[in-house]
């Protein structure tokens, strides 16, 4: 029998004994009981238990996550996850996480408006959660900076991450502790335009990639020294390396899917899409995001020592020493050599130098007998890994 199905008349047959007759409706009835939800359900079966048993994926993507609800708050957390088109109450009465299919409480056809949904590890987006709205029993450390760009919003609602296991797949490739964790705060926001590009950029690569930086409150970007308007703040940004492609590569991977922004660093890149319109589960921005943003200062200085070494420093990255690419050219305009280092000496052959800086800036030294006569402009030419070895002359 299906859930919902009417039973016709004909369907039972109805025995001389009064006995058995009682007996198989009392049966056919705790059958149906079962199937409809009731005492059969054990409610207790979709809560997490501290990490010993495995809890379901939130939106019944496929897949399991370790662990359950660490709070003790009155109404049911992150932790009480539902049955697949069941929904739960959240904390802010707003709804729970919603089921395969994207089906709402009660397993209606709409969804449930404060929820966010990832691709998930079968990229048919129904891994979701509940989003919470912010209020005054938040932590310390959720105070975004003020500015009058829509892009740079402060946003208004966050996934409790306390009752879901890291393991939770958002993408094939990307789980949930990857790209938020706890410890950078309980409540966090990650675009899921974001976990879509990382995976593309997986695919792409045709190997792991690493994330060592996704999502940071406030609080904890600060800790760090992190810069004021971070866009690890506001869930678009991914620091990341990878052991199969070069940092140049990964730079063109971020171009590829249109980066609003891209700073190379000696251990990793740095992409974020900082204008691309957040999801409205977290934020209830809807202005335009053509605004004047706020833009990452970078400035540039170039010095040359006693001994003949070059220095290029620049300011405004904030998450490690900056990829710094030295280009040497003869007196014809012929490429002497290309070098990724922080300083740099110049072979013999080399008349004028450029250095291109954290994938920001390009600095040119048009005479390297005269090197404090140098200017800064923006973009940044990357051409080491681009230029075919044989043309050119390693002369050190």
Not at 85 to 99: H, I, K, V, W
Not at 301 to 330: L, P, Q
Request: glycine share 14%; aromatic share 8%.
């Amino acid at each position: 029998m299906r859930r919902g199905e009417t039973i016709a008349p004909t369907q039972v047959k109805m025995r001389s004994t009064t006995l058995l007759s009682v007996v198989a409706l009392i049966s056919l009835g705790c059958s149906i009981e079962g199937r409809l939800g009731g005492p059969g359900l054990d409610p207790e079966a979709h809560r997490g238990n501290g990490g010993d048993e495995e809890t379901p994926l939130p939106g019944g993507g496929g897949g399991t996550s370790m662990g359950g609800s660490e709070g003790s708050e009155e109404e049911p957390g992150p932790g009480e996850i539902p049955h697949a088109g069941g929904g739960s109450q959240g904390p802010d009465g707003q709804g729970g996480a919603l089921g395969s299919g994207g089906q709402g409480a009660g397993g209606g056809a709409q969804a449930l408006p404060n929820q966010v949904c990832y691709p998930g590890e079968n990229q048919d987006d129904t891994t979701c959660f509940p989003t919470i709205l912010q209020d005054a029993s938040f932590p310390s450390g959720y105070s975004y900076p003020s500015t009058s760009s829509p892009a740079y919003a402060a946003p208004t609602r966050f996934i409790d991450l306390s009752g879901y296991g890291a393991s939770i797949k958002l993408a094939p490739n990307f789980s949930l502790g990857e790209l938020m964790q706890e410890w950078k705060g309980r409540y966090a926001i990650y675009e899921p335009h974001m976990v879509v590009k990382l995976q593309s950029m997986r695919d792409q690569s045709g190997g792991a990639l690493s994330v060592n930086s996704g999502y940071r409150s406030p609080g904890y970007n600060a800790g760090v020294d992190g810069a004021t308007y971070s866009r690890h703040m506001y869930g678009d940004a991914a620091d990341m390396a990878s052991s199969v492609v070069s940092l140049n590569a990964m730079k063109g991977l971020c171009e590829g899917l249109n980066a609003d922004y891209i700073g190379m660093y000696t251990s990793h890149i740095h992409c974020d899409w900082r204008y691309t319109a957040k999801d409205p589960a977290f934020s209830n921005t809807t202005a335009p995001f053509s605004a004047a943003p706020v833009a990452p200062a970078h400035d540039a200085s170039f010095s040359a020592a006693a001994d003949g070494t070059f220095h290029a420093d620049i300011t405004g990255f904030e998450e490690g020493e900056a990829y710094r690419e030295w280009t040497a050219f003869d007196a014809n305009g012929e490429i002497v050599e290309v070098v990724a280092s922080q300083t740099y000496r110049p072979p013999s052959r080399a008349r004028s130098v450029e250095v291109m800086v954290g994938g920001q800036l390009t600095i040119s030294v048009a005479d390297v007998s005269a090197p404090s006569m140098w200017q800064a402009s923006a973009g940044a030419r990357v051409r080491l890994e681009t230029l075919p070895t044989e043309d050119l002359e390693h002369e050190r």
